[in-house]
């Protein structure tokens, strides 16, 4: 007769429904009312511990298991897998560390008083070429500064994640031409101009590109990929990305299932590479969230979390939700949506949804060095991702839209 496991944390690990981020440390959620068999096994393993808050909501604590060298490697052929489905997955030092996040932030443009003059007197004084600053916001709640370079055909703008007010974090990111009309710009002459541009103002963009790190990519794709549409974040505590997906505008859903090829857009994906701090993950493909969704709420109608049935019900939200995830197809519609449609409730405001996605596999702490492989190549075959910050200082991160 087999024998059980006893120990509850490694029956959990063990379970075929989990299906981990490839490349990560396993991470699970701890809770005080947890069993104290569970949370003793949790200690004994427990390397690392994070307390999760983002715009003023604490989202749970989690703990990642075992030692960050103990990390999976992965081979080619599973990247390659990863890649076809839209699977996250996770590349250690696949970059060089950066010291810290604060000597990578140029001096006098961190977030506060006079922020914009002081950035627009950084970008001046750093570009070679002219720059004009503008303060015609695409998004005016959240953007802090812009300047467009006729030269190079960009523009570079400093933004903020969210309008909440303790959330200091900041993102400067750098397209062609026109900001949104040309994100997805057909000539690759045209990004790599951009790219060049944003190296030369902040060389820790360059190094976040190594060969190794590119020739990886690139196995995983099965064709050369080229950087575009780079974003610098600098996560703060506090700070961090709802769940989204990073399909630009124009993206339709893949008709072919086995090509790569995305239509119409040119890019593949996306590149998150750490540079400094830490930063925790939640990312899966738009098919397995989609999956999540509906196993989540089955559990609910069958009575698994009343609290939350009543909530949803007492705020009128009940009954879209209920339908857009009673199937596969309209939970996939909802989540292609960029404020996810019907399931905005469960998916931006359930602590206890957020806490099943862990539990499940799908989280991830990236390291400096570390990188995350975010593919992308249509709106059915996207990874979607939600990022907290992990330190208590700022953090800094490369994001690389690959072509
Ligand atoms: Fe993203």
Same mark, same amino acid.
């Given at each position: 007769m087999a024998r059980m496991?006893?120990?509850?944390?490694?029956q959990m690990l063990a379970d075929p429904e989990r299906t981990p981020v490839r490349g990560a440390l396993p991470v699970v959620t701890i809770r005080p009312d947890d069993e104290p068999a569970y949370i003793d096994a949790v200690r004994r393993l427990e390397s690392a511990r994070f307390d999760l808050e983002r715009r003023d909501r604490e989202h749970g604590t989690v703990v990642e298991l075992l030692r960050p060298d103990l990390s999976p490697q992965l081979e080619t052929a599973q990247m390659q897998a990863s890649w076809k489905a839209a699977d996250p997955f996770v590349m250690r030092d696949a970059a060089?560390?950066?010291d810290d996040a604060v000597a990578m932030l140029p001096e006098g443009w961190a977030a506060g008083r006079d922020e914009r003059e002081r950035w627009e007197r950084w970008i001046a004084d750093a570009a070679d070429e002219a720059v004009e600053c503008t303060t015609a916001f695409v998004d005016p709640e959240r953007d802090v500064a812009k300047a467009v370079c006729e030269d190079r055909g960009a523009w570079a703008k400093l933004g903020k994640l969210s309008a909440t007010e303790g959330d200091a974090s900041r993102r400067l990111a750098f397209g062609v031409g026109e900001e949104i009309r040309d994100d997805d710009h057909p000539s690759s002459e045209r990004h790599a101009a951009v790219w060049a541009w944003a190296c030369a103002l902040l060389?820790?963009?360059?190094?976040s590109w190594p060969e190794a790190l590119r020739k990886r990519l690139g196995?995983?794709?099965g064709r050369p990929l080229s950087p575009s549409n780079p974003i610098v974040y600098w996560n703060r505590p506090n700070g961090g990305a709802l769940f989204h997906h990073d399909a630009l505008p124009g993206y339709l859903p893949s008709e072919d299932t086995e090509s790569a090829e995305p239509v119409p857009s040119g890019q593949r994906g996306v590149v998150y590479v750490q540079g400094a701090g830490v930063t925790v993950w939640l990312a899966l493909s738009i098919?397995?969230?989609a999956r999540r969704c509906c196993e989540f709420m089955r559990d609910v109608v069958d009575g698994g979390a009343p609290w939350l049935f009543d909530t949803w019900v007492k705020e009128g939200v009940w009954q879209p939700l209920? +339908?857009?995830t009673r199937d596969v197809e309209p939970c996939l519609k909802a989540l292609a949506r960029s404020d996810a449609g019907p399931l905005r409730p469960?998916?931006?405001?359930?602590?206890? +949804?957020t806490g099943f996605l862990i539990d499940s596999g799908h989280a991830a702490v990236l390291r400096a060095g570390d990188a995350i492989a975010l593919p992308n190549r249509g709106l059915d075959r996207t990874a979607m991702h939600s990022v907290y910050c992990g330190d208590e200082g700022p953090n800094v991160g490369f994001s690389i839209g690959l072509r």
């Open positions: 496991a006893k120990d509850p944390l490694i060089p560390k950066a060389p820790a963009l360059g190094a196995g995983a794709a098919h397995t969230m209920f +339908f857009a469960l998916v931006h405001g359930s602590l206890e +949804f």
